[in-house]
């Protein structure tokens, strides 16, 4: 601390009046604020002269580059210890907190969130020019060895841990296979390794960059998916697509490419990303004993649960797997999970409304049989209204999409007042002759709906199948 101090006497010329410890982030670096006169500094110190290395060359040319990221103002002799830029306390993930609450993110939060992302590709692009890669810690490189440590940390760290039985040497087979994919892409840009809501400061309005010194030179779908899946953001599908249109309209400033060819890779990066992040909450939570990152396991299989429901075909085994691992009980449910839970029901009026078991009563039961009903035909009385030839001769007919833009509508301003008003469970059931086709698509396009616009917890029970989905 004393050095600290003395940093602080020789850049500003003032004594330190004032030091506040700061919350300290994943790693064994220690934050300080060190306040005198009207002067204010964030001091760090670290364990590891190569790590602090890395931050202070790459903060020296991000900001030559026009990066906004902090400026370092003074070093210690041993590396140990420096002095940083204070960029305030106003941590994007802080100033989200309302939207990652009830689920519905503000305009104000969707804007901030938007213009980070407009930023990514100037640190991806810009950061690379001339970059000095040999500064990077602990890699100047994204690779191959890389990918199997984090893969393998989801096996050690957190699959084993679970108590899931799988084939060793099946699921290493797919992890070569992945790894392989994932390579195809390198790129000469700045991978930022941990670009998350937490590690974006905002000043001014405008975002600024911090905790970029595990950054190496690598692909940009990585920084993508560890910002827009980070599972404790829960961002609803719908803003999560907005924001990677967001960043692919910035990306075209930089380089071309197409649309889908991007979200074909990204696809792979979420997947391995979602199994890194699940081998440090293991680690940190069955090894370390760390009770907070337990409780972030439901919300990365809730992303990986909704990843899967195109299954990856290309890594049979691991899809297997991952298929069982996200319908294990014990990860069903979220710690002290206080969201909005909306309950969906398929039926058969001759058997009856379902019932609400909540207690609450309430919500909406839905007619669907004013819609012309396939079940009438004996070629559709083989399928439901999950299957192709259902949902093409509903959707040909029209009569359905009238009808569901009025459910949206009621049931959408619903959720809306439910999450104001911190209530717990709405139920919507649908209702039709057999409960078979026309109730079936229903339910299933609601579901759909409601969990591209809200963090909701949707529980989806087509009940004269016996089909139960979560969402």
Same mark, same amino acid.
């Given at each position: 601390? /004393? $050095?600290?101090?003395?940093?602080?006497?020789?850049?500003?010329?003032?004594?330190?009046?004032?030091?506040?410890?700061?919350?300290?982030?994943?790693?064994?670096?220690?934050?300080?604020?060190?306040?005198?006169?009207?002067?204010?500094?964030?001091?760090?110190?670290?364990?590891?002269?190569?790590?602090?290395?890395?931050?202070?060359?790459?903060?020296?040319?991000?900001?030559?580059?026009?990066?906004?990221?902090?400026?370092?103002? !003074?070093?210690?002799?041993?590396?140990?210890?420096?002095?940083?830029?204070?960029? @305030? /306390?106003?941590?994007?993930?802080?100033?989200?907190?309302?939207?990652?609450?009830?689920?519905?993110?503000?305009?104000?939060?969707?804007?901030?969130?938007?213009?980070?992302?407009?930023?990514?590709?100037?640190? $991806?692009?810009?950061?690379?020019?001339?970059?000095?890669?040999?500064?990077?810690?602990?890699?100047?490189?994204?690779?191959?060895?890389?990918?199997?440590?984090?893969?393998?940390?989801?096996?050690?760290?957190?699959?084993? !841990?679970?108590?899931?039985?799988?084939?060793?040497?099946?699921?290493?087979?797919?992890?070569?296979?992945?790894?392989?994919?994932?390579? $195809?892409?390198?790129?000469?840009?700045?991978?930022?390794?941990?670009? $998350?809501?937490?590690?974006?400061?905002?000043?001014?309005?405008?975002?600024?960059?911090?905790?970029?010194?595990?950054?190496?030179?690598?692909?940009?779908?990585?920084?993508?998916?560890?910002?827009?899946?980070?599972?404790?953001?829960?961002?609803?599908?719908?803003?999560?697509?907005?924001?990677?249109?967001?960043?692919?309209?910035?990306?075209?400033? =930089?380089?071309?490419?197409?649309?889908?060819?991007?979200?074909?890779?990204?696809?792979?990066? +979420?997947?391995?990303?979602?199994?890194? +992040?699940?081998?440090?909450?293991?680690?940190?939570? =069955?090894?370390?004993?760390?009770?907070?990152?337990?409780?972030? +396991?439901?919300?990365?299989?809730?992303?990986?649960?909704?990843?899967? &429901?195109?299954?990856?075909?290309?890594?049979?085994?691991?899809?297997?797997?991952?298929?069982?691992?996200?319908?294990?009980?014990?990860?069903?449910?979220?710690?002290?999970?206080?969201?909005?839970?909306?309950?969906?029901?398929?039926?058969?009026?001759?058997?009856?409304?379902?019932?609400?078991?909540?207690?609450?009563? @309430?919500?909406?039961?839905?007619?669907?049989? !004013?819609?012309? #009903?396939?079940?009438?035909?004996?070629?559709?009385?083989?399928?439901?209204?999950?299957?192709?030839?259902?949902?093409?001769?509903?959707?040909?007919?029209? &009569?359905?999409?009238?009808?569901?833009?009025?459910?949206?509508?009621?049931?959408? #301003?619903?959720?809306?007042?439910?999450?104001?008003?911190?209530?717990?469970?709405?139920?919507?059931?649908?209702?039709?002759?057999?409960?078979?086709?026309?109730?079936? =698509?229903? !339910?299933?396009?609601?579901?759909?709906?409601?969990?591209?616009?809200? /963090?909701?917890?949707?529980?989806?029970?087509?009940?004269?199948?016996?089909?139960?989905?979560?969402?």
């Amino acid at each position: 601390m /004393d $050095q600290l101090r003395r940093l602080f006497k020789e850049y500003s010329g003032q004594e330190v009046t004032d030091i506040e410890e700061m919350a300290s982030s994943g790693s064994n670096r220690r934050y300080f604020r060190l306040k005198g006169g009207n002067v204010s500094m964030i001091g760090v110190i670290g364990t590891s002269k190569e790590e602090n290395n890395a931050f202070i060359k790459l903060s020296s040319h991000f900001l030559e580059k026009g990066v906004n990221v902090p400026r370092v103002y !003074a070093v210690s002799d041993d590396l140990l210890r420096y002095l940083q830029e204070d960029l @305030g /306390d106003s941590q994007l993930y802080s100033m989200v907190s309302q939207g990652r609450e009830c689920g519905e993110y503000s305009p104000y939060e969707c804007r901030l969130l938007f213009r980070t992302m407009e930023m990514l590709p100037k640190i $991806q692009f810009k950061g690379s020019q001339g970059l000095d890669w040999s500064v990077c810690y602990p890699e100047p490189a994204f690779n191959e060895r890389m990918v199997m440590f984090d893969l393998n940390y989801f096996k050690y760290c957190f699959l084993k !841990a679970t108590g899931l039985d799988f084939n060793e040497v099946l699921l290493q087979d797919d992890f070569e296979k992945l790894r392989d994919d994932i390579m $195809q892409d390198m790129g000469d840009t700045f991978m930022y390794r941990d670009f $998350q809501a937490r590690n974006v400061m905002v000043k001014d309005g405008e975002p600024y960059f911090i905790d970029f010194q595990g950054g190496r030179r690598g692909p940009i779908y990585y920084d993508v998916a560890s910002f827009v899946w980070q599972a404790r953001s829960r961002y609803p599908e719908k803003l999560r697509k907005e924001l990677v249109q967001t960043y692919l309209k910035a990306l075209k400033g =930089y380089m071309d490419i197409s649309e889908e060819r991007f979200n074909d890779r990204l696809r792979l990066f +979420v997947l391995f990303r979602t199994l890194q +992040v699940l081998g440090a909450y293991g680690f940190r939570g =069955y090894f370390e004993k760390k009770p907070h990152f337990l409780g972030s +396991v439901p919300y990365a299989l809730g992303n990986l649960r909704r990843l899967l &429901e195109v299954p990856f075909t290309e890594y049979p085994y691991l899809n297997e797997v991952l298929e069982k691992l996200t319908t294990m009980p014990q990860f069903n449910e979220i710690v002290e999970d206080k969201r909005l839970e909306v309950r969906i029901f398929s039926f058969a009026y001759k058997k009856g409304i379902p019932v609400d078991t909540t207690g609450n009563g @309430g919500g909406y039961v839905f007619d669907c049989r !004013a819609i012309n #009903n396939p079940g009438k035909y004996e070629h559709y009385r083989q399928f439901t209204g999950m299957d192709q030839e259902v949902i093409r001769f509903l959707e040909d007919d029209g &009569e359905v999409d009238t009808f569901l833009d009025s459910v949206y509508s009621l049931v959408e #301003n619903h959720v809306k007042r439910f999450i104001e008003r911190k209530f717990t469970h709405l139920q919507v059931s649908f209702g039709c002759t057999g409960g078979q086709h026309r109730s079936v =698509y229903c !339910a299933e396009h609601l579901a759909k709906y409601l969990s591209d616009r809200f /963090d909701v917890k949707i529980t989806l029970s087509h009940r004269e199948l016996g089909i139960e989905k979560i969402f």
